[in-house]
DNA sequence: GCATGATCC
DNA sequence: GGTCGTGATCATGCA
């Protein structure tokens, strides 16, 4: 132990990474294990009785898709479910894999007007997933005791996230009404509830602090709805006159310019043409010019230093931004940008993480950790300690990094997670 | 063991 | 003119 602290001290020193190894991930060390020890209790029979109910409804959708198709094949092979659409069918191919023509979701979206076989295969692809994955996965991964432990890795991921193995509990469904009835299996024991608390939005609050851009930071102080906010400010319009359709354009543009989107993917995403997707980012930097001049700061500084860094020092190597291959170039480009912004969000979490462990150990000792999901935690906690639970989880969270824009977090609590999410 | 496609943030 | 969204894990098919 000695001869590596003597050997790795100085280099992370020299890095300035010290702070980040005492201060973060090595206290994170035990919060994790805890967290892995405690595991998180899910409902076997419930889990059991919904993998029932999607085998009946995925063996009706086999035989709809057999008549549809007029003859049986392997609908989990992309292969054989690529010649039956494409080639038998007759059904236009939208891009090409490796192997074939792709058979993935938004082709298959595209198809659903052509031919009623694609939304089939569509729904038939979302139950076999929630079943194979999930409602046998968890039921696999069952302990004894009822309760399932993840694994969480710290040194898998190029940004600073977590990752969650065997099973995977980072990437439990919430997306759809079906998919969420996972998350009202992992129950609390008897006599406790779940509580659930979540940043909201704390990668563009962080790409407001770090590029300082005035309009998005007063965008985030007003308090109100950033994306009505951000289409308010791009599309020229007053608070009240932001339609749907404008606040769902410009929710696309926030999100991609957090991961150094393009005007073609941005113009798949919201369903426009590349001409247009490209004034909308015109008009996102007009009005954020702060932004734009963050970006190409950063990316030149990477291309400087052959690096980025988060603020609190968690660095990525970047050889990619010296290469020749413009497709490789680019891509290095894009985690320029991102890896800074989602790099401090997840140092930012992992110190709520131990800020949270403390002041449970302290103050509510039935209370613990079983779950990090990238902006959000789950605790379980006696009902009686629901409210204080609560409270601390939204003041050790917003409290642990003081920013030019505040972070806030919501926190609720229920019987499952699913009713905890609020 | 790679390719594809699903799930999450 | 081609390219084209960060970071992950897991199940399945198929060579």
């Not at 595991?39 to 057999?66: N, Q």
């Not at 985690?335 to 930012?348: E, F, H, R, S």
Request: hydrophobic share 40%; charged share 30%; proline share 3%.
């Amino acid at each position: 132990m000695d001869a590596l602290y003597s050997a790795l001290e100085p280099k992370l020193r020299e890095r300035g990474q010290w702070e980040l190894f005492e201060e973060i991930e090595l206290p994170l060390c035990r919060c994790l294990a805890e967290m892995e020890l405690a595991g998180c209790r899910v409902d076997s029979k419930a889990l059991s009785d919904f993998g029932g109910l999607l085998s009946r409804r995925a063996e009706e959708l086999e035989s709809d898709i057999y008549r549809l198709a007029d003859g049986e094949f392997n609908i989990n092979s992309p292969k054989q479910l690529g010649e039956v659409l494409f080639d038998r069918l007759g059904l236009s191919h939208g891009k090409k894999t490796k192997t074939g023509w792709s058979t993935n979701a938004d082709v298959l979206e595209k198809l659903r007007g052509e031919h009623p076989v694609a939304d089939a295969v569509l729904e038939y692809r979302q139950l076999t997933k929630l079943k194979s994955t999930y409602a046998d996965g968890l039921l696999k991964a069952l302990d004894p005791d009822g309760r399932v432990r993840t694994s969480f890795q710290m040194t898998v991921t190029a940004t600073g996230r977590l990752s969650s193995t065997e099973p995977n509990l980072q990437n439990i469904p919430t997306r759809t009404d079906l998919g969420s009835e996972i998350r009202r299996m992992f129950v609390p024991e008897a006599g406790n509830v779940l509580v659930d608390a979540d940043y909201s939005q704390i990668e563009l609050r962080l790409l407001a602090h770090i590029s300082g851009d005035e309009g998005m930071r007063a965008a985030f102080l007003s308090g109100g709805d950033f994306h009505a906010e951000t289409a308010s400010r791009v599309f020229g319009v007053e608070r009240k006159d932001v339609t749907h359709e404008m606040r769902r354009r410009a929710k696309a543009v926030n999100f991609g310019i957090v991961y150094g989107i393009s005007a073609f993917s941005l113009s798949q995403d919201i369903g426009t043409t590349q001409k247009e997707a490209k004034a909308y980012m015109d008009a996102y930097f007009a009005t954020f010019p702060g932004v734009r001049a963050y970006m190409d700061r950063v990316v030149e500084q990477a291309r400087t230093d052959g690096y980025v860094e988060t603020l609190y020092h968690r660095r990525r190597d970047l050889p990619e931004l010296s290469s020749s291959n413009f497709n490789l170039r680019s891509f290095g480009e894009r985690v320029a940008l991102n890896m800074p912004i989602q790099g401090t969000a997840a140092d930012v979490m992992k110190l709520a993480m131990i800020a949270v462990w403390k002041r449970l150990k302290a103050e509510l000792t039935q209370a613990r950790l079983v779950l990090q999901v990238h902006d959000e935690l789950i605790v379980e906690c006696p009902a009686a300690d629901a409210e204080k639970a609560s409270t601390l989880l939204k003041e050790e969270m917003e409290g642990v990094a003081q920013l030019s824009v505040p972070l806030t977090a919501d926190a609720h609590w229920g019987k499952n997670w699913l009713e905890a999410k609020g």
